[in-house]
Structure formats: structure tokens, C-alpha cells
């Protein structure tokens, strides 16, 4: 896993307009723990500098749309001011290191998601205060989306899609491909992302994501329109589209 972390965090991908994937047996993970591939918005080079000779292939440089205050170096600078190393396992510092984010595949043999978490700054942005938007009365008031939107089949109420066994659509016992499809408004790398499929394939069968029903309709993919009704069924705050909503993921997406 340390190996395969250090490797992709060395590529840059540009995802608009295209789509990944990849295999994963997730047989082996039970309920509380979670397999998770993610994208994050952190400098190619993983902000080296005559301070920073370590780069991305270490973790430096790193970021993501919680805003993690146990980043000991952001922007080649040690987060040491206020460092609480009692905070956590890790250590709390007062800096915190925000940027996009997108949650490809959370998961284990029991559920799965794909998330995005817009963030209204460009690349890693070294918050402090409300910027941070840490967790309390300020969690919404920070640049990034914490909450995110989520494409959920479990959550939104189908407890048959996926799971351990043959009785379910896509059985979590076995290996299975898994495509997320980043779709714009006309078809181009130049146009908006207007959308964010998840598709499975297994035993040679693709398995489409089921519709969720939310306000009357259905959907079966991440849109700002699934995610407003989404928002609104489950009385959660919309900060997805107070941070930009699909156009601002897909210009993160733009930039890699």
C-alpha cells in the first residue's frame, strides 16, 4: 500500500472529460475499516524548494479538503507554531493544509462511495482561523467542502447493490473493476463537468450504478442537481454548491 501510495502520488492526472479505473478486491476489509483511493489537488513536485528537497514521492506538499492541521511541513515551511504533539497520534499544528479533493473510492466489503469535495481556493492553500473550517459553528464557513456530495447506493436506501455474497448486484467477495466516468457538458476536455458516473465490472458484466430517488426524481450519478435534492432530503447543508459545485471540481480536475 506504502508503495502504491509513493507511485501514484508522483503522477499528475487530469481526469475531465476522460475516465479511471481500476481493479480491487475488497473481500478482506470488514465493517469500520475503509480502502480509500482519492485525488487531491497538491503541487506535481510536491512544492519543492531550496527549504523542500523531499517532493512528492515522500508526502510532502500534501493536502486534502479536511484542512489537516498534522501536515508538519506545508509550503516547505514547519507547521510548528502552536504544535500540540498530544493532540493526536500525529500532532495538532495551527496551520492547516486545504485543498480539492476527489474521493474515488471509499470502501470496504460492506458499502462503498465516490465524493467530491470542491475547495473555492486553487492548489494547497495554508489555512488558519475560519479559513480552516474546522469542525463546530465555523465547518461551513471554511474554503473547502467537508462534507461533500456523495454517490451512495447503500445510503440512499438500495441495502442490495452491494455487499458479501451473490445475492447481491455487485459481490464484494470477488474482484471487481471499477470505472468513474468524469462527463462534460459537451463532450470535450475544454467543456464544464457537468457530471461523475460510477460503473462496476465483474464476472464480464458491467453493473450500472442503481437510481436513487430523491424530491420525486431519480438519479444514478453525481450532478449539481442530485446533489441539491440529495442535500435537501437528508436536511444537510449544500456547502458543495456554496463552494462551486461540479464546475469548480472540474476545473481542479482541469488542473490536475
Not at 507511485?7 to 478482506?28: A, G, T
Not at 459537451?186 to 430517488?213: H, M, S, W, Y
Request: hydrophobic content about 30%; charged content about 25%.
Amino acid at each position: 500500500l506504502i508503495h502504491l501510495r509513493n507511485l501514484l502520488s508522483s503522477l499528475m492526472f487530469k481526469l475531465k472529460n476522460r475516465e479511471f479505473s481500476f481493479e480491487v478486491d475488497v473481500s478482506k476489509l470488514p465493517c469500520g475499516l475503509n480502502g480509500a483511493l482519492y485525488f487531491v489537488e497538491m503541487a506535481e513536485d510536491g512544492g519543492m524548494s531550496s527549504t523542500n528537497l523531499a517532493g512528492a514521492k515522500y508526502g510532502t506538499g500534501y493536502c486534502d479538503a479536511q484542512c489537516p492541521h498534522d501536515i508538519k511541513f506545508i509550503d516547505g515551511e514547519a507547521n510548528s507554531e502552536g504544535w500540540d504533539p498530544s493532540g493526536s497520534d500525529t500532532g495538532i499544528g495551527k496551520y492547516g493544509s486545504c485543498c480539492t479533493e476527489m474521493d474515488i473510492w471509499e470502501a470496504n466489503s460492506i458499502s462503498q462511495a465516490t465524493t467530491t469535495h470542491p475547495c473555492t481556493e486553487e492548489g494547497l492553500y495554508k489555512c488558519e482561523g475560519t479559513d480552516c473550517g474546522d469542525n463546530g459553528p465555523e465547518r461551513y464557513e471554511g474554503v473547502c467542502d467537508k462534507d461533500g456530495c456523495d454517490l451512495a447506493p447503500y445510503r440512499s436506501g438500495n441495502t442490495k447493490f452491494f455487499g458479501a455474497g451473490a445475492q447481491f448486484d455487485v459481490d464484494s467477495t470477488k474482484l471487481m473493476t471499477v470505472v468513474t466516468q468524469f462527463i462534460t457538458e459537451d463532450g470535450t476536455d475544454a467543456g464544464d463537468l457537468v457530471e461523475i458516473k460510477r460503473i462496476f465490472v465483474q464476472d464480464g458484466k458491467v453493473i450500472e450504478t442503481p437510481d436513487a430517488t430523491y424530491g420525486g426524481k431519480t438519479y444514478n450519478s453525481i450532478s449539481d442537481e442530485m446533489c441539491a435534492a440529495q442535500k435537501e432530503v437528508f436536511e444537510e447543508t449544500n456547502d458543495n454548491l456554496a463552494k462551486g459545485g461540479m464546475k469548480t471540481m472540474g476545473e481542479a480536475l482541469d488542473r490536475g
